[in-house]
């Protein structure tokens, strides 16, 4: 069992940037892979970003490439997004997620543990 807590979320204006992160507490946060999805409303939830659970690889869904960047802190426990750049679009519910597969496999299969989410707003 893994408990994800995300935090960092809030208003920020386009062009800004923002840091989320993820705190995970429970089974081994070394041993996951990490991803980070995000559902704006009335939209499906999409994958935003995914890193090994040694934190040397990483991936990105394309409008987020060169923007974003996803790391971890093993020690601490704690997932990160670092945003930059924003835009309105980015605006949406923002979730980290944990599984016992492959880096490699986030976005494509369903993850095993999932924090309730932070809001993120991005205004013109």
């Known amino acids: 069992q893994v408990q994800l807590v995300e935090s960092g979320g809030g208003l920020v204006q386009a062009s800004g940037s923002l840091r989320l992160s993820c705190a995970a507490s429970?089974?081994?946060?070394?041993?996951?892979?990490m991803g980070w999805f995000r559902q704006a409303p009335g939209k499906e939830r999409e994958f935003v970003a995914a890193?090994?659970?040694?934190?040397?690889?990483?991936y990105y869904a394309d409008s987020m490439k060169g923007r974003f960047t996803i790391s971890r802190d093993n020690a601490k426990s704690t997932l990160y997004l670092q945003m930059n750049s924003l835009k309105p679009e980015d605006t949406a519910v923002y979730y980290c997620?944990?599984?016992?597969?492959?880096?490699?496999?986030?976005?494509?299969?369903?993850?095993?543990?999932w924090g309730k989410g932070t809001l993120v707003t991005v205004s013109s």
């Open positions: 997620a944990a599984t016992e597969n492959s880096y490699s496999d986030i976005g494509r299969l369903p993850m095993d543990y």
């Open positions: 429970g089974r081994t946060f070394r041993r996951y892979a």
């Open positions: 890193i090994s659970w040694s934190g040397v690889s990483t």
